[in-house]
């Protein structure tokens, strides 16, 4: 596992979905490969806009493995509604720094239902000062 700096929202307590979103995200930074078993659907799929698509737990785990470090992580913006969520904010590491959001949808509206698919749209948005 990785160590990431991490800054997200204040929970107001009223969306649960917003920190498991929050937690998945930190996980897939610090590849955290047991908290994502715990969270991803076993037939998870990953797509990267304009660029892969990942389908499978082993297969994001492998696909994690080639990824640049992540130094910090950085929430801006999170929504749910029902079984579908969204986050934005900023990746930093290896010197860039990249925005990024996310679309979630989960299994079901459930409480304990796990991520099914996820939609990123990635880009680098310059460098860091380091």
């Given at each position: 596992m990785r160590d990431v700096k991490f800054r997200g929202q204040k929970d107001c307590g009223n969306a649960p979905r917003k920190v498991v979103i929050e937690q998945i995200l930190?996980?897939?930074a610090e590849q955290n490969i047991p908290h994502l078993q715990e969270q991803l659907a076993e037939d998870i799929q990953w797509d990267f806009v304009g660029n892969r698509s990942y389908r499978g737990i082993k297969s994001i785990a492998e696909a994690l493995d080639e990824m640049p470090f992540?130094?910090?992580?950085?929430?801006?913006?999170?929504?749910?509604?029902?079984?579908?969520?969204?986050v934005s904010g900023e990746i930093i590491g290896n010197?860039?720094?990249?925005g990024f959001s996310h679309i979630c949808q989960f299994a079901s509206a459930?409480?304990?239902a796990r991520?099914?698919?996820?939609?990123?749209?990635?880009?680098?948005?310059?460098?860091t000062d380091d």
């Open positions: 930190l996980a897939i992540c130094e910090e992580l950085i929430i801006e913006n999170t929504i749910t509604h029902g079984r579908d969520g969204a010197g860039l720094k990249f459930g409480k304990q991520l099914k698919r996820m939609t990123t749209y990635l880009i680098q948005i310059g460098e």
